[in-house]
């Protein structure tokens, strides 16, 4: 199974919450990604951040990482119709070659 | 936007044709990669690359075949399409380590009949 699973599957909120999704993830890392992924486009990079890292912010994003727990969660603050898309985190697995992606969580945003 | 490109967007074509679905990046990167992602599924890499000359299988199975001739480009082909091909095929590429941010082009939806 993958190494990334996120959760919920699917979230729907009204414009102006916030939007918190989580990753759970089954070995050790390096680091972790999150990437934003529009409707039939590809897929953006949000954030980074690393394996010592417990907190990184950037704009209206938030993303912690428990290593302890093998978990991390992006928090979406003030959010609007635009950030409508599905969310991916992605894992650097240590002595893994590549990234490996979850499944995603489906964000919509009501106006 | 990422400077990286896939051409063509969607794709309808009959079982047992052959397909070639073109990636190319202006950003001079050595690593490429082509995932394979069903409608609100996870991504599965396929084919990687880490230079000129270099192609390497990924995680998912796949009938399809790569070729790395130039740095900017990255084809995918499939010699005989089937309706189990029919999926969204991302292309992506990173500038150091493959763990690096990867930057994607907009996909090729493939639709085999």
């Known amino acids: 199974s993958q190494q990334g699973e996120e959760d919920p599957q699917a979230l729907s909120i009204q414009e102006g919450e916030n939007a918190t999704m989580n990753c759970s993830y089954k070995t050790s890392i390096n680091n972790l990604q999150w990437y934003r992924q529009n409707s039939g486009r590809g897929l953006v990079h949000l954030i980074l951040?690393?394996?010592?890292?417990r907190e990184k912010h950037s704009g209206r994003l938030r993303v912690t990482l428990d290593t302890s727990k093998k978990s991390s969660s992006l928090l979406i603050t003030a959010s609007r119709a635009a950030d409508t898309a599905s969310y991916f985190c992605?894992?650097?697995?240590?002595?893994?070659?590549?990234?490996?992606f979850g499944s995603g969580t489906q964000l919509t945003v009501l106006p | 936007e990422a400077d990286i490109y896939q051409t063509p967007r969607y794709l309808v074509i009959g079982t047992g044709k052959k397909i070639t679905l073109e990636c190319s990046q202006t950003m001079g990167h050595d690593k490429m990669y082509w995932y394979q992602q069903d409608p609100g599924m996870e991504l599965h890499l396929i084919h990687y690359?880490?230079?000129?000359?270099?192609?390497e299988k990924g995680d998912l199975s796949s009938e399809s075949t790569v070729s790395r001739i130039r740095t900017e480009h990255f084809p995918l082909t499939l010699e005989s399409a089937r309706p189990s091909h029919t999926s969204q095929y991302l292309c992506a590429s990173s500038e150091f380590r493959p763990t690096d941010t990867q930057y994607f082009g907009p996909g090729t939806r493939l639709t085999v009949l």
């Open positions: 690359s880490y230079g000129v000359n270099s192609t």
């Open positions: 992605a894992t650097d697995a240590g002595s893994a070659r590549q990234l490996t």
């Open positions: 951040i690393r394996s010592n890292e």
